[in-house]
């Protein structure tokens, strides 16, 4: 009994914390109570001109928009902010890159001066820098406009007049070089932000279990507080509540870095780095961090993806030594345009082929260009000839320019005599031939010299932009090269499509620098009429639209069409009305609304006076209902111009309003495949697989469904959701600038950056996107599954569950290929150590469905849905943090790159419960396991009649905590899969809330 009773008395403290630890059990809540607390944690290159040479970037072009007022002291502020900005880039680089050539547009509208000079290949819609008007009062936000993946340059950098001029306005954002060497990031090598956006967590579990602020460098010290001041409140899980912001430490030694995180910080010098590569100090990256450049770079610092970087890649640019980096600037004129058509006349063009080229000519002329601006004409078969020199656009020259489109085709087919011929009307324009435009059309291949390859080299020095039209899949394979290497865009028409009317559309809006004078496509269809037939179909005139607006109809046949079209309120315009108008040499059909287009559904009747089939196109465009307001506009873009698989193939797509996006609308496009058939895709603006940003009015898709060799077209389709679809006044159509809490303007300054939702109500927009090739023989066909799963990039981990000891981890659902179909199966694999799990997926322990309370690892859901899998992990509390990654398969073996890192904190950040009838019981149940306990102990000494022992309890213990795991997705662990943790934890202080570093 003495014995005994000695073990007790020795033992007591062991005793008493194994009631405590039932105590504590007693008081967590049940896992589904603690998962509802923990629910909170949350290529193409550019057409830029700009090349880095000797360090110095020559041929950076800034724009001023044609609707930003005269104002030369806005040219001043230009010149001084971007010497300055040019000084701190060559700094932030490790003195490898400054601004060297710096050429800035000025406004056709805008007085001449004898400083400035004609403008060459510097345009608008191809600049750097775009100054404009803010749409909507969104405020003066500098941002960029980059909807491609990492380290893909974006497609400009936007600025305001009041940002430029007022210092105030700009202050908010920090000094003026630390904003736009930030924007250069973006803009120029493909970089995100690094601090956390909205929607964002704003904190994250460590690999040590610790919480702490999202930001690229921990040597950037600061404190979590509410965006009041005040301190945060903290959830079970350890993060704090939703409103907890970091506030750093603005003014604190021993960091420089990084400017992609919060540009205004003073400290702030360079970039982020993996590992030390220049002079500064506290820039070391920090990847476990889950904001966008970790995610969307997967873990890369700034400088590793700036030294993988066509500027610096293979010691391209290494640092020098310049006393002045400062930049030279032009100031060059924008003149009207000047646009020359020059159109394929060989034989294989005569027929139907020539008629629906007059008919787009002759819309062109009539309804597309605006007057003022000029136009030429040449032809070319064999050889070429001018038809027209330039001739300015006018109710005088119209019909003129009409009679001499070309009516006959013959010959053979010499596509750089057409080009040179071009070439030599723009020389005979007094503004000179640079700036100029040229549109070249073909349906042949070049079986005659010149080709386009003798005359390239005069197309690259003359600093014109030629877009091209490939008619049906004969056309030259050498086409796309003369847009390719003047900035120019490449579309593809076949017999049955309407895209020559959809393109001189697009060519036109794109050189239009206002967007209150854009033309918009309503309604854009090719369909085949039956003889003696009616073919009905509607379209809709939103709010937003309704001036000039008219309808074009080209026919097949000299018997032609008769056509009907209805208003919402039932009113006819037909053959009788002074609206309707026909044209039989060019067989075409217009109607154009005198007053503005009423509000709702029209509809439209077209019946074949022939007695065959014939092709019939109908176009419907409009412009903005209010002069001088922003009508809501779409455009297109793929990623890349030639693709050989498996290169991954974007379609972009824009809808806004002027700048602002327009959201939650439905885009569908249909892509014209070599084969003849169209395969139709969805766009999504979810920040997931090719779309880089969420709401940012920008939908995105990967294309994967290759069809043979040759040309692919695209005609995209934008419909609202009448209930659904938003304007985000407020918002912007790119990546902005980050504003300092604290800045402090010296007079009263509107703040309009706050997001707003506006209805966009029913409307309708299409539009053509141009065209790309598809090169390889063997891997264009469609035949071979080549891509795998895309990579997950939102995997998102809770805390440990403690009581329960499992894990949630959500993510959204990859495809077959890419994001398109649905993957075959998942593997996730769990670790402790973030690096290595990083750097080698398959050394961390492989999760089986034995480890799963909830998901199935073999039953993947459909591309873009939720994914939720929770799985049990070792009964460990501790001062570490589990970390996950996930990768997707596909049935053909494909496995998609490692997804982003999650992790999940080990420790016990519950707090105690002070609710007086929960602890009475609490006690109670101490109490009485004390008792039971000491029964047992003296149950055990009476029978075993041990020799007592004398054993004492260390302040602290360490425990070995072995669990198997099985190995590879076998039922049965194998020696050697394990999970082994060291845990040392202080007795009585298990439950007690620690602190939360940051």
């Not at 060297?100 to 403008?119: G, K, L, M, V």
């Not at 003696?532 to 046949?557: C, E, H, K, P, W």
């Not at 071979?784 to 990579?791: H, L, Q, T, V």
């Not at 995997?795 to 894990?807: E, M």
Request: glycine residues 8%; charged residues 20%; contains cysteine.
């Amino acid at each position: 009994m003495a014995s005994c009773i000695h073990f007790i008395s020795s033992n007591l403290p062991r005793i008493l914390l194994i009631g405590l630890y039932s105590f504590a059990i007693y008081l967590t809540p049940s896992s589904t109570a603690q998962s509802n607390d923990s629910g909170n944690s949350a290529q193409k290159d550019t057409r830029s001109l700009v090349t880095l040479q000797n360090n110095g970037y020559t041929n950076l072009v800034i724009a001023i928009n044609e609707r930003v007022p005269e104002d030369p002291n806005l040219i001043t502020r230009i010149k001084q902010i971007f010497e300055s900005t040019s000084k701190f880039l060559y700094k932030a680089t490790n003195q490898r890159a400054y601004f060297n050539d710096i050429r800035i547009i000025i406004p056709e509208s805008w007085s001449d001066s004898d400083t400035y000079q004609p403008i060459q290949n510097e345009r608008y819609d191809i600049s750097d820098v775009r100054i404009d008007l803010p749409s909507d009062n969104f405020g003066d936000l500098p941002y960029t406009n980059k909807p491609t993946p990492c380290g893909v340059p974006g497609l400009y950098i936007h600025l305001t007049p009041n940002y430029l001029t007022d210092d105030d306005i700009a202050g908010k954002f920090g000094d003026y070089d630390r904003v736009l060497v930030h924007e250069w990031g973006h803009y120029r090598w493909g970089v995100f932000d690094e601090y956390p956006l909205p929607g964002m967590s704003h904190f994250y579990a460590a690999s040590n279990g610790d919480i702490e602020a999202v930001r690229c460098v921990l040597a950037i010290p600061g404190v979590p507080a509410t965006e009041a001041g005040e301190a945060c409140r903290y959830n079970n899980n350890g993060l704090p509540d939703a409103n907890c912001r970091f506030v750093d430490d603005r003014f604190a030694d021993g960091y420089t870095g990084s400017l992609m995180y919060k540009q205004f910080l003073p400290r702030i010098t360079t970039f982020c780095e993996a590992d030390p590569i220049g002079p500064y100090v506290g820039n070391v990256h920090n990847r476990e961090a889950p904001n966008r450049q970790n995610i969307l770079c997967d873990g890369r610092s700034i400088w590793e993806v700036l030294l993988d970087h066509v500027d610096f890649k293979d010691n391209a640019n290494p640092p020098s030594d310049m006393e002045d980096p400062l930049p030279t600037f032009t100031l060059v004129k924008k003149y009207n345009t000047r646009l020359v058509l020059v159109l394929d006349m060989s034989g294989s063009m005569e027929g139907e082929r020539l008629r629906q080229l007059r008919q787009a000519a002759s819309n062109l002329i009539l309804n597309i260009l605006r007057d003022g601006e000029e136009l030429g004409i040449v032809s070319f078969s064999g050889g070429s000839r001018i038809l027209a020199y330039l001739t300015v656009v006018g109710d005088d020259t119209k019909d003129d320019l009409l009679n001499k489109l070309p009516s006959r085709a013959d010959g053979a087919t010499s596509i750089g005599a057409g080009v040179a011929r071009g070439l030599e009307v723009l020389k005979s324009s007094s503004n000179g031939v640079a700036g100029g435009r040229m549109l070249v059309i073909t349906d042949g291949d070049e079986n005659t010299a010149p080709y386009i390859a003798d005359i390239l080299n005069n197309v690259k020095a003359s600093g014109i932009r030629i877009d091209t039209i490939a008619i049906g899949t004969e056309a030259s394979q050498e086409l796309e090269v003369l847009a390719a290497v003047t900035g120019g865009t490449s579309y593809y028409h076949t017999n049955t499509s309407n895209t020559l009317n959809e393109a001189f559309g697009e060519l036109t809006r794109n050189s239009q620098d206002d967007s209150t004078k854009v033309t918009v496509d309503l309604y854009s269809k090719s369909v085949d009429i039956a003889p003696a037939a009616r073919y009905q179909d509607i379209f809709l005139v939103d709010s937003n639209i309704g001036r000039n607006t008219q309808f074009n109809f080209g026919y097949s046949l000299d018997e032609g069409v008769d056509v009907i079209v209805t208003s919402p309120s039932g009113s006819i315009i037909d053959k009788s009305s002074a609206e309707y108008s026909k044209d039989d040499r060019f067989g075409s059909l217009q109607i154009k609304l005198e007053e503005i287009a009423e509000v709702g559904e029209w509809k439209f009747e077209i019946e074949n006076l022939a007695s065959e089939e014939q092709l019939v196109t109908v176009t419907v465009q409009s412009q903005s209902r209010e002069e001088g307001d922003e009508p809501i506009v779409t455009n297109a873009r793929w990623g890349l111009d030639d693709v050989t698989p498996p290169d991954n193939q974007m379609l972009y797509v824009t809808v806004a309003k002027g700048y602002t996006p327009v959201i939650n609308t439905q885009v569908e496009a249909s892509v014209a495949m070599p084969s003849g058939d169209d395969v139709r895709l969805v766009l999504e603006d979810n920040g997931i697989g090719a779309d880089i940003t969420s709401n940012d009015g920008i939908y995105s898709t990967f294309f994967t469904e290759f069809g043979g060799i040759g040309r692919y077209s695209v005609q995209v389709n934008v419909q609202s959701d009448a209930s659904n679809t938003y304007i985000a006044s407020g918002s912007i159509v790119g990546i902005g600038a980050v504003v300092d809490p604290d800045f402090v303007s010296s007079k009263q300054v509107e703040d309009n950056t706050q997001t707003r939702h506006v209805s966009t109500g029913v409307f309708q927009r299409i539009t053509n996107g141009g065209s790309f090739t598809c090169n390889s023989q063997d891997d264009c066909t469609g035949t071979k599954d080549i891509y795998p799963p895309s990579r997950i990039t939102d995997l998102v981990a809770d805390s440990v569950h403690i009581g329960s000891f499992t894990v949630e981890i959500t993510f959204t659902a990859p495809g077959d290929d890419l994001t398109n179909g649905k993957a075959t199966y998942y593997e996730i694999r769990m670790g402790t150590n973030f690096t290595q799990l990083y750097e080698d997926f398959a050394a961390g322990d492989n999760i089986t469905e034995l480890h799963l309370v909830e998901g199935d690892l073999a039953t993947p859901k459909p591309s873009g849905s939720r994914e939720l899998f929770v799985i049990k992990v070792p009964e460990i509390i501790g001062d570490f943090s589990y970390v996950f990654a996930v990768v997707a398969f596909d049935d053909g073996g494909n496995q998609s790159p490692r997804s982003n890192l999650a992790t999940s904190t080990a420790r016990d950040y519950r707090k105690p419960i002070s609710y007086l009838l929960p602890v009475l019981l609490g006690v109670g149940l101490f109490v009485l396991v004390v008792l039971l306990i000491i029964c047992i102990v003296f149950i055990a000494c009476r029978r075993s009649k041990r020799t007592e022992e004398d054993v004492e309890r260390p302040k602290t213990k360490t425990k070995v905590v072995t669990t198997s795991l099985p190995d590879n997705g076998n039922d049965t662990p194998k020696p050697g899969v394990n999970v082994r943790m060291q845990v040392e934890f202080m007795e009585k202080q298990a439950f007690l809330q620690p602190d939360h570093a940051v």
